[in-house]
């Protein structure tokens, strides 16, 4: 049997984990000098609540070698394989320690790491993949030719309420000099080649310009490989989430809509009112 592993930032709801039976290894949320799990021992609300005390943005860290070894031991002790899956290698060090670990339990023949090149549920989309693709016989490498595939046709964007986050985390390149601009600016940011970048500026309501944002998606969503998209989302109205699905509902294009709350990491350097409408391309 094949499982598939993903760190945290991939940012699936427990219906998916369940369903699909992924096990997640943790990155870590650091607050001052305490350090969490993330989407284990801290909340959303928590991480907030201490940014806004303090006036600062937490901070983040891969999960150790060590982690990686104790998520994948008794994977590979039950006679498994593994396909784990990584945030983009060039915003965090997760990938090189899941290859360490397979390396530490010499089963590098077993287990198979792949850089999603990718952040939230740009990952997601290709853990899912690879779950459905595992649950029909195919391979390792089968798999893994087909994620690799895959992994350029990802569309991963979202829109934020704030600069505030993705400036102090530098690690959205150009969002410095928009952070300097006039109120209300908010733009579209892309995952792009594993890394982040500003897109199309949008300006004035939030609620508003949310719907904006995915009605300027509205051809490559109906060129969009049908399975699934998500709606992926930190803190924020309701409305505004309901106000998305309900537009793409309209559309009548996909088998299912996946609604997923931002976990501790991507929620950190994006902030509250984040929100992105995520999907793979078609063939």
Request: net charge negative; proline share 4%; aromatic share 8%.
């Given at each position: ?215 300027d998606m509205e051809n490559e969503l109906k060129s969009a490989k049908t399975d699934r998209v998500f709606i992926t989302y930190s803190p924020i109205d309701a409305g505004v989430v309901r106000s998305v699905r309900e537009y793409l509902e309209s559309l009548n294009i996909f088998d299912e809509i996946c609604e997923t709350s931002a976990g501790g990491v991507v929620s950190s350097h994006c902030g ?12």
């Amino acid at each position: 049997m094949i499982r598939i592993v993903a760190d945290s930032t991939c940012d699936l709801s427990p219906e998916l984990i369940s369903r699909y039976n992924i096990a997640i290894l943790p990155l870590h949320v650091i607050l001052g000098e305490k350090e969490f799990r993330d989407g284990v021992d801290i909340t959303i609300e928590e991480i907030y609540s201490w940014a806004d005390q303090n006036k600062s943005t937490p901070k983040t860290s891969a999960p150790s070698a060590d982690d990686a070894v104790n998520a994948f031991k008794p994977i590979i002790e039950a006679g498994d394989e593994i396909i784990a899956f990584s945030i983009s290698s060039s915003m965090s060090a997760s990938y090189e320690y899941m290859k360490m670990a397979a390396e530490i339990l010499e089963a590098e023949d077993k287990i198979t790491v792949i850089d999603s090149a990718n952040l939230s549920t740009g990952i997601g989309l290709l853990v899912v993949e690879a779950a459905v693709l595992a649950s029909q016989g195919l391979t390792r490498e089968q798999i893994t030719e087909k994620i690799e595939y895959y992994k350029p046709l990802v569309r991963a964007s979202f829109v934020v309420d704030t600069l505030v986050y993705l400036h102090r985390g530098g690690r959205c390149s150009g969002v410095a000099a928009l952070a300097g601009n006039a109120l209300k600016l908010h733009p579209k940011i892309l995952v792009e080649d594993g890394a982040m970048h500003p897109g199309k500026k949008y300006r004035g309501k939030y609620s508003n310009i949310v719907l904006d944002y995915v009605k300027d998606m509205e051809n490559e969503l109906k060129s969009a490989k049908t399975d699934r998209v998500f709606i992926t989302y930190s803190p924020i109205d309701a409305g505004v989430v309901r106000s998305v699905r309900e537009y793409l509902e309209s559309l009548n294009i996909f088998d299912e809509i996946c609604e997923t709350s931002a976990g501790g990491v991507v929620s950190s350097h994006c902030g509250p009112g984040t929100l992105g409408v995520l999907f793979i391309a078609k063939e």
